[in-house]
């Protein structure tokens, strides 16, 4: 886990040999492929909470408190909401109670790290395992 976090860091920074000889707009290759419980946690579980219920470490500090993820299923008549969570990580979808954008949008640094289908897998492998964490 701390290898993927620290591997997600130096991209992001651009402190890899690569990075450093990088062009501002080109895709930092990735070589791993990341669960999506390996990416929620890494990206996810500081404000929405370990287990998804919106209590992670960095919660109090929001305006805001994030969502309780493992009940979008329940406040959406029983059906998890696919597209319009997708479109939520990807920053397709504005959320009034985000503001001034304080969830991260990760379709811009999942396009940064990799090509379309590396994005895509992301997308759909996150919003799969926020699945995952529905109340039952």
Known sequence: ??????A??????????????AKPNEPIPMTFALSGAEMYNTWC??????????DGPTAAALKTRPTDLTML??????????DRVRGYIEGAT??????????????????????EKAVTYRLVTLTNYVESLQAK
């Not at 997600?8 to 000889?21: C, D, E, F, K, Y």
């Not at 929405?48 to 919106?54: C, E, I, N, V």
């Open 1 to 6: 886990m701390r290898i993927l976090l620290v």
């Open 45 to 54: 579980a500081s404000c929405h909470g370990a287990l998804g219920k919106g």
């Open 8 to 21: 997600a860091i130096a991209a992001v920074l651009g402190m890899t040999a690569w990075g450093q000889n």
């Open 73 to 82: 299923a329940k406040h959406n008549s029983g059906k998890f909401p696919t």
């Open 94 to 115: 504005i959320v009034p109670a985000h503001g001034s954008r304080e969830m991260p949008v990760w379709g811009a640094f999942f396009r940064r790290i990799g090509d």
